[in-house]
């Protein structure tokens, strides 16, 4: 089972995923407080360093991995460090190796999550955390209705947020309420097939869902929550062995 890798966007990714630096300012600040005590955390999933750099800098000691050059290579631009190219599903670190974890948007590119999380578990003592958007994004939502009206359906890893749906989190803390996002901006990333679903979609399929989506959405602006999951590593441990995730797709 294959994991998707960033090469392909590594450049436009920032652009197109980033967030208004006083809103990433909160984020990593909340971030910062749930880490506190933590020595060594690994940012499984680092892409271009957009979390790894400001902990770093924060003092924190952040090993970052990731299956794409591109993206590491924007993350040592930025002058991230402790980078390694790896697979998470196949970990080069020993038992336990880390007080945490993060994971920002991450295991979704990954069809076999299950083998993923429990890399991450394995090498982590404490907790896993992520960072989510607690609502879907309604573009993204549409433009997926339409590919199964076409008789296309990409196949998918799991989303943090829907982890979350699985396992409830130990704690859950709100790090930004309500944070505007033009739809314009959207549909131009849509169009340019910027997102990890839309790599396999045909040219055919893709220019039709867009000439269906863009109407729809042109113009408007549309609010999103922030929201940081922490869960125990004892505790996904109890949940990896039971008959829940055995079953979960």
């Not at 309500?178 to 399929?205: C, H, M, R, W």
Request: net charge positive; hydrophobic share 40%.
């Amino acid at each position: 089972m294959e994991s998707i890798s960033f090469d392909r966007v590594a450049e436009i990714y920032d652009k197109t995923r980033g967030l208004p630096p006083k809103i990433m300012e909160k984020v990593v600040q909340k971030m910062t407080n749930e880490l506190r005590g933590c020595r060594k955390i690994l940012d499984a999933g680092v892409g271009t360093g957009r979390f790894a750099k400001p902990l770093q800098s924060l003092g924190f000691e952040v090993i970052g991995i990731d299956i794409s050059t591109g993206m590491l290579e924007k993350a040592i631009q930025k002058e991230t460090k402790n980078l390694l190219l790896s697979d998470v599903r196949y970990l080069p670190f020993a038992d336990s190796s880390f007080d945490a974890a993060i994971s920002i948007h991450v295991l979704h590119l990954v069809k076999d999550w299950k083998t993923a999380l429990r890399e991450i578990v394995r090498v982590t003592r404490n907790f896993f955390l992520a960072c989510i958007y607690t609502t879907p994004n309604p573009l993204s939502e549409r433009y997926r209705e339409f590919l199964k009206e076409y008789g296309y359906q990409p196949t998918f890893g799991i989303a943090e947020a829907e982890l979350k749906s699985l396992l409830k989190p130990t704690r859950s803390i709100l790090a930004v309420s309500k944070v505007p996002i033009k739809a314009d901006d959207t549909l131009a990333n849509l169009k340019d097939k910027g997102s990890s679903y839309q790599f396999k979609v045909p040219n055919e399929v893709h220019v039709q869902i867009m000439k269906k989506l863009t109407p729809q959405f042109a113009g408007k602006t549309y609010y999103r929550d922030i929201e940081i999951l922490i869960w125990d590593v004892a505790y996904l441990k109890t949940f990896l062995h039971s008959q829940a995730f055995v079953r979960a797709s």
